[in-house]
């Protein structure tokens, strides 16, 4: 089944303001907001959707009172809304939306919804790094940092959630809407991917117990690791608190700078993921420090060599 | 010994502050002012073990100002006795911090 990823998630918040002020300093654009939420759009248009816990267009919350209330899919066309349809509507009750989309919940509740993919073709370079050996991929003259480069969220990477049987997640996925397993964290859980895209996970699990149920992290992909580190140290210096990172994963290989946030779960820059297809076998590690990350650094105030001038610099008369 | 932290009156109701780290050792905390008390915990949500709690400097409580939330996962902790009463901390409270009012209105850290 063609679907592509995550084009937006819904969450039911505390405090609007709060979200609204965090999600245009993260760098998403707020393309429209008003006293009863908003819509904080990537460069391609996927989004987070905030709404008031009670407002009553929402899915019912779950009972751990997580505030992620709904994750849209993006699928390639109208034939795979109606196949993703005609397959939950076999064992679940599906909702035939007047736009053309469906809504169905997944094994473990959290609702779900299939529509053609609303997202925006994006046309930007990536990062482009020179290295001795291989051609330069900056050409002469063209400088590669300087202080306000702009450095945007510019799609919806992924989303992973607590849930209490992983098994039943991956099986769910993987059966009945054609995610592959692109490898595992043994403790954790599944980094999967779907058939629409090449991205090594769009979705990740997390086994705990039931009351912790719901939304650990949702990320945007960053055009590269030195826009990752200006985005996450620009957000850091606005008195947002980071939670883990930077650093670089290995499964996956991307780059990541985690942010505690008030949509009760955390927030993650990420940049530079693998792409595989189906001729990747999935490998396995045992969850652990050592398999998370290759390395993780922790920010400090910026710092230059050097004591003051000797005695005389900068005079006339040398 | 007791160290200043600030004034208990630069607190209005329904207000969290974060203090530290204490003793070089990274260990942060903060307080909060409630119905004219002071209350003062660790800032580390026992629901990891010890992840800091608050999303923005000095944010840690919910916008109606009358619960402790993490801002990893969302666990909520009454601000009077630091128990969890939802989300992923349930069954944990947090930690009190030796920070207290003194009668001259002074926040102490107490070593
Ligand atoms: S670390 Fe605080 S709720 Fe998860
Ligand atoms: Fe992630």
């Not at chain 1, 009863?36 to 008031?52: N, P, Q, S, W, Y």
């Not at chain 1, 992924?158 to 592959?180: S, T, W």
């Not at chain 2, 903060?30 to 660790?42: D, Q």
């Not at chain 2, 939802?86 to 102490?108: M, N, R």
Request: charged share 20%; hydrophobic share 40%; with cysteine.
């Amino acid at each position: 089944m063609n679907i592509i990823g995550p084009d937006a998630l819904v969450f039911g918040v505390d405090d609007i303001d709060a979200c609204a002020t965090y999600l245009t300093a993260y760098g998403l654009n707020p393309a429209s907001v008003d006293a009863k939420g908003g819509r904080f759009e990537a460069l391609d248009g996927t989004a987070i959707v905030i709404r008031r816990r009670g407002d009553p267009s929402l899915p019912p919350p779950l009972e751990s009172g997580s505030m992620m209330r709904l994750i849209v899919y993006g699928v390639a066309d109208r034939a795979t809304v109606q196949a993703v349809g005609d397959e939950l509507a076999r064992d679940r009750q599906v909702q035939r939306l007047a736009d053309g989309g469906i809504e169905a919940v997944d094994d473990h509740g959290f609702p779900l919804r299939f529509q053609v993919t609303n997202r925006r073709p994006l046309d930007l370079p990536g990062e482009r790094i020179n290295a001795p050996g291989a051609p330069a991929q900056r050409g002469v003259n063209h400088i590669g940092v300087w202080q306000d480069m702009p450095a945007k969220p510019r799609t919806l990477s992924h989303v992973v959630c607590f849930v209490p049987d992983i098994a039943a997640a991956e099986q769910f996925y993987v059966n009945r809407l054609g995610f592959k397993v692109t490898d595992r964290l043994g403790n954790a859980g599944p980094f999967l991917r779907p058939a629409g895209t090449q991205d090594h996970h769009t979705l990740f699990f997390i086994q705990t117990p039931p009351h912790m149920k719901g939304c650990e992290h949702f990320a945007f992909h960053m055009g590269g690791p030195t826009e990752l580190m200006l985005a996450g140290t620009r957000f850091l210096k606005a008195g947002y608190q980071s939670f883990w990172g930077p650093g670089r994963h290995k499964f996956g290989s991307n780059w990541f700078w985690y942010f505690n946030s008030p949509l009760g779960c955390h927030v993650e820059y990420d940049a530079d993921m693998d792409l595989h297809d189906d001729e990747w076998t999935p490998r396995e590690a045992p969850m652990s420090p050592e398999a998370s990350q290759a390395f993780l650094f922790e920010h400090r105030e910026k710092w230059a060599p050097g004591g003051p001038p000797p005695p005389g610099a900068g005079k006339p008369g040398h | 010994m007791a160290e200043i932290l600030c004034r208990f009156d630069e607190l209005r109701d329904g207000e969290a502050r974060g203090l530290g780290p204490f003793d070089g050792s990274g260990a942060k905390a903060f307080i909060v002012r409630r119905h004219g008390r002071l209350f003062a915990y660790w800032d580390a949500c026992p629901h990891y073990g010890d992840t800091p709690m608050a999303w923005r400097t000095n944010a840690y409580l919910n916008a109606a100002g009358d619960r402790i939330v993490c801002a990893s996962h969302g666990a909520e902790f009454e601000i009077e006795t630091g128990r969890c009463v939802v989300g992923a901390a349930l069954g944990k409270s947090l930690t009190p911090a030796p920070i207290e009012a003194t009668q001259e209105g002074a926040v102490v850290f107490n070593r």
